[in-house]
């Protein structure tokens, strides 16, 4: 098949590194129920989906047999569809529809038909409540994993509802496979944390491609008379505008710009996306002249999310909250408590919230502009102190600085822990409305019971410090990717009645 599209546009800015899904639909039915009335119920779909705009591709093909399943995949082949959605218009051939969904080459939802009237239980009963069942058991035989819907047997207004909930999942699904993870590394010693396995990735269809800190280096060397280095200037000066960016910085952050995008042109081989993971620190300020952050943010703010400290997970775990929200994503440490004096001055804006569940989210300045208020470009505190003593700051100058805006978050990361096995958390929130008083791209985060997670996720699985976030809640997509993605091991905060696996009982409500 060919590449298919990976341009979205979501307010004004364009993430071209993601999916986008074309969307079919295809009937089936069991040779002894009326065809007629599998082809009426797909017809009603399609027709809620127009009234609710959302673009499908309608099959003609209804699968009855496996000589249908031959034709319908020539007709999904032409039509470049690459999510596909199963609907059991009646029963339904339990054998031939899920041998589509096991040659279908992407993602596949199964749904079926409610019962319409209870004027018409004789020859318009479909029974796909039951056929779905036969479905599933065949699907377990030919180990192939779909999503379904909570509640996957429903009337043609809540199927579409359905479908539009599929597409930010087949959107991860289909991101996921067809992903390469470009680091420049190795790794840090200071950050074993952000260190994990590969085979897991392989597991999943991602592509990994490992350098050096020389091969950034002589990239970024040869596109030093590289003309896009102008245009690159004046959009980070339009996107800075009401500031002043020393030029001789902006040309060097420009040059670095240019020179990743290059090298993921020249590197990308056959996979349709790519995210990188850099070493940022501390060798690279002294030969590269400044701190990447800022270029960071802007390459996030296209849909190629940069994770620092060539953190391999964090980049496929930003990527993936990329590919569920539509929307720039970053990786943020997750970093201090928040003080108590804070918590009592700012009791109004905080509300039911305990100041156990609140933290810092920071990172030194790669959150793209369009999430933060006033975001300046600056110099990196931290490293000032490590490679300038302190002193007026030069190698250590091209941090995005600026105050997280207030909204809804969701915290997210999937990791391989070292016996190769695939864990993932996810956490909704939002950002609060309060000034974090400190350095770098910061902002107050609230998460219900963040404490208990924090001791029985976080540490006790021992997740790394780095987490992707993503400016939506989009808690209900990343849990049903990964489970399609066959990762089964998701935490997420649990309610404080409910303990953890290893909590203590005697602790907390029940002491």
Request: hydrophobic share 35%; aromatic share 8%.
């Given at each position: 098949?060919?590449?298919?599209?990976?341009?979205v546009k979501k307010k004004g800015a364009i993430m071209n590194n993601l999916p986008l899904i074309r969307l079919g639909l295809i009937a089936t039915s069991r040779d002894c129920f009326p065809l007629?009335?599998?082809?009426?119920?797909?017809?009603?779909?399609?027709?809620?989906?127009r009234r609710q705009k959302i673009t499908i591709h309608e099959l003609s093909t209804i699968v009855e047999n496996e000589n249908h399943v031959v034709a319908a995949l020539k007709e999904i082949d032409r039509a470049r569809i690459n999510a596909l959605i199963i609907f059991l218009g009646n029963f339904g051939p339990e054998g031939p529809e899920t041998l589509l969904a096991q040659n279908f080459n992407g993602p596949v939802m199964f749904v079926a038909a409610a019962e319409e009237s209870s004027q018409d239980l004789i020859q318009g009963?479909?029974?796909?409540?039951?056929?779905?069942?036969s479905a599933g058991y065949n699907l377990g035989l030919r180990r192939v994993k779909v999503y379904l819907p909570e509640y996957p047997v429903a009337e043609a207004s809540e199927i579409v509802s359905m479908i539009r909930d599929f597409v930010p999942v087949a959107r991860i699904i289909l991101g996921v496979r067809n992903l390469k993870i470009i680091?420049?590394?190795?790794?840090?010693?200071?950050?074993?944390?952000?260190?994990?396995?590969?085979?897991?990735?392989?597991?999943?269809?991602?592509?990994?491609?490992?350098?050096?800190?020389?091969?950034?280096?002589?990239?970024?060397?040869?596109?030093?008379?590289?003309?896009?280095?102008?245009?690159?200037?004046?959009?980070?000066?339009?996107?800075?505008?009401?500031?002043?960016?020393?030029?001789?910085?902006?040309?060097k952050l420009a040059q670095y710009e240019v020179a990743l995008n290059h090298f993921i042109e020249k590197n990308r081989g056959s996979s349709q996306y790519v995210v990188l993971a850099n070493k940022c620190w501390p060798a690279f300020e002294h030969y590269f002249g400044f701190v990447p952050c800022y270029v960071n943010s802007r390459?996030?703010?296209?849909?190629?999310?940069?994770?620092?400290?060539?953190?391999?997970?964090?980049?496929?775990?930003?990527?993936?909250?990329?590919c569920a929200s539509t929307f720039p994503v970053s990786l943020l440490d997750l970093n201090n408590t928040v003080p108590r004096d804070m918590y009592e001055r700012e009791k109004e804006k905080i509300g039911s919230y305990k100041i156990t569940d609140l933290f810092m989210g920071f990172h030194c300045g790669n959150t793209p502009a369009c999430c933060l208020i006033g975001g300046q470009l600056r110099y990196q505190l931290i490293m000032n102190r490590l490679l300038e003593a302190g002193k007026e700051p030069d190698i250590t100058r091209g941090t995005l600085e600026g105050r997280i805006k207030p909204g809804p978050i969701t915290i997210f990361?999937?990791?391989?822990?070292?016996?190769?096995?695939?864990?993932?958390?996810?956490?909704?929130?939002?950002?609060?409305?309060?000034?974090?008083?400190t350095f770098g791209g910061v902002g107050v985060f609230a998460i219900k019971e963040m404490a208990r997670f924090y001791r029985y996720v976080l540490l006790e699985k021992q997740f790394p410090h780095h987490t992707a976030v993503a400016f939506k809640h989009v808690g209900k997509s990343l849990f049903s990717g990964l489970r399609v993605l066959g990762i089964d091991d998701i935490s997420f905060n649990q309610p404080a009645h409910i303990l953890y696996p290893g909590e203590n009982p005697f602790v907390g409500f029940l002491s």
């Open positions: 098949m060919a590449r298919m599209p990976t341009m007629e009335l599998a082809q009426k119920r797909r017809n009603r779909i399609i027709q809620e989906c009963r479909g029974d796909a409540y039951c056929g779905l069942l680091s420049f590394g190795p790794r840090p010693q200071d950050f074993y944390t952000c260190h994990a396995p590969l085979q897991p990735l392989y597991d999943l269809g991602i592509e990994v491609m490992e350098n050096s800190e020389l091969d950034l280096y002589d990239a970024f060397i040869r596109s030093k008379d590289d003309p896009e280095i102008k245009e690159v200037m004046e959009e980070m000066r339009a996107e800075l505008r009401g500031t002043k960016p020393d030029p001789s910085l902006l040309k390459m996030a703010s296209k849909g190629i999310p940069v994770a620092c400290e060539a953190d391999i997970y964090g980049a496929l775990s930003e990527y993936i909250a990329a990361r999937l990791q391989a822990t070292p016996e190769t096995w695939l864990q993932a958390y996810i956490a909704q929130g939002e950002v609060l409305d309060i000034d974090p008083k």
